[in-house]
């Protein structure tokens, strides 16, 4: 099993900076989520995403794009409002 932090962009994902990495096997961070913490993995954005707020990639960091993940949405049901 692996444990996976998601941030996202609500106010209390900031607390998220303080807990130990060691925690979390992956950080995958939503749009701008990737300011709230620099050890994460993943970075998921939309097209829209303004390329000059797109954080430079350390090792081991990757980029998905919605080519990438929303297939794998859609094939799991999408968004249900």
């Known amino acids: 099993m692996s444990i996976v932090l998601v941030l996202g962009s609500g106010l209390n994902a900031v607390q998220a900076r303080a807990w130990p990495r ?39 960091q990757r980029r998905i794009e919605q080519d990438q993940f929303v297939p794998a949405q859609n094939a799991l049901g999408g968004f249900v409002y």
């Open 22 to 60: 060691a925690t979390f096997d992956r950080i995958v961070a939503i749009n701008n989520a990737h300011l709230v913490r620099p050890d994460w993995d993943d970075h998921i954005f939309p097209w829209d995403f303004p390329a000059d707020a797109l954080p430079p990639l350390s090792p081991g």
